[in-house]
Nanobody
Framework: HVQLVESGGGSVQAGGSARLSCADSGHSYIQDCTAWFRQAPGKEREGVALIDSDGSTTYADSVKGRFTISKDNVKNTLYLQMNSLKPEDTAMYYC??????????????????WGQGTQVTVS
């Protein structure tokens, strides 16, 4: 039951910014393919962004240009910088590691390691 730990969620005004962090203190999963997902009440889980081991990134169309995924391999920490937040961004955000970055799909991290989630509420 090893889990990553997310932090940085909270309530943000529309147009504001937030930075989510995902810490992996026990392993080096962040070195590999990692991704951020989100799920709003009544909606299916959706991929937000991924970053591969070589640093290449992919974003969902809904967040492209507003969100930035990055990682610090030394700190074993994954980040999601969220700017120009909209009420539609309100969701529980999850980080996942040891994923399959060949495809940016909802199931790409099913065999990976997940965090418990952090709530982001935009109003």
């Amino acid at each position: 039951h090893v889990q990553l730990v997310e932090s940085g969620g909270g309530s943000v005004q529309a147009g504001g910014s937030a930075r989510l962090s995902c810490a992996d203190s026990g392993h080096s999963y962040i070195q590999d393919c990692t991704a951020w997902f989100r799920q709003a009440p009544g909606k299916e889980r959706e991929g937000v962004a991924l970053i591969d081991s070589d640093g290449s990134t992919t974003y969902a169309d809904s967040v492209k240009g507003r969100f930035t995924i990055s990682k610090d391999n030394v700190k074993n920490t994954l980040y999601l910088q969220m700017n120009s937040l909209k009420p539609e961004d309100t969701a529980m955000y999850y980080c996942a590691a040891d994923c399959r970055c060949s495809r940016f799909i909802a199931t790409m991290c099913d065999d990976g390691h997940w965090g418990q989630g952090t709530q982001v509420t935009v109003s």
